[in-house]
């Protein structure tokens, strides 16, 4: 990513969706820019394509199902978002295919966003850190099912249903990419985007990660950019133009 060349994102839109594979995924990096558009009052939803519950070492993904769906309802909360759905794909073991672009196509024919926000899906994340294969898969997918939710002729039993095709998203972004070369400013709500970061205690605590602060974690990334950006903290999205 180079963060010499940050240019501000085009925040001129109403309605986005984001579309992830787990809970958590947005809080670890970009809950501070969804609070920052809630508060401006846009409105979000969110969609999980797993519950994470897989996520817990030493729980059941039976006992951490519930566990993990609840955390991720008050973590949306608590940056303004009321709408969260979960798809119910097995976590860990997401494979990329038709029926996930189906699920995810469906989504944004419900909700009919502007905007789609998705994780990234490149090999690694910033810093080298190598990517996990249901972010892979589902980022992929999503870029996919915005074409598809565009076509009549694709999924088109969905609109059986009373749906229509859906061609308004304009863009895709997507969060802690090493492409992204635009940046928003989070440093009003960057308070708001650790509380959400926390509200997954029990996924936190299974980690095993000694002595996690997630303000510092945050702040760490959000520094790093906000220096680039020219503010206090910013996070940072690639943009891919549908």
Known sequence: MDTDALAPLDED?????VV?????DMEFGGAA???RWTGQGRRIAYVMVTSGEAGIDGT???EARP???AEQVDSARLVGVEEVEFLGFPDGVVEYGLPLRAAIAHAIRRHRPEIVITLNFR???PGGVLNQADHVAVGRAVVDAVRDAANRWVFADQLDDGLERWDGVREVWVA???RAEHAVDVTDTFDDGVASLRAHSAYIAGLGWEDFDAGEFLGRITRDNGEAFGTEHATTFEVLRM
């Open 176 to 178: 802690a990419s090493p």
């Open 123 to 125: 090999a690694e994340f």
């Open 33 to 35: 820019a969804i609070a």
């Open 20 to 24: 992830v594979a787990h809970p958590d």
């Open 13 to 17: 839109f109403s309605t986005a969706l």
């Open 60 to 62: 059941s993904p039976e």
């Open 67 to 69: 566990v993990r769906e």
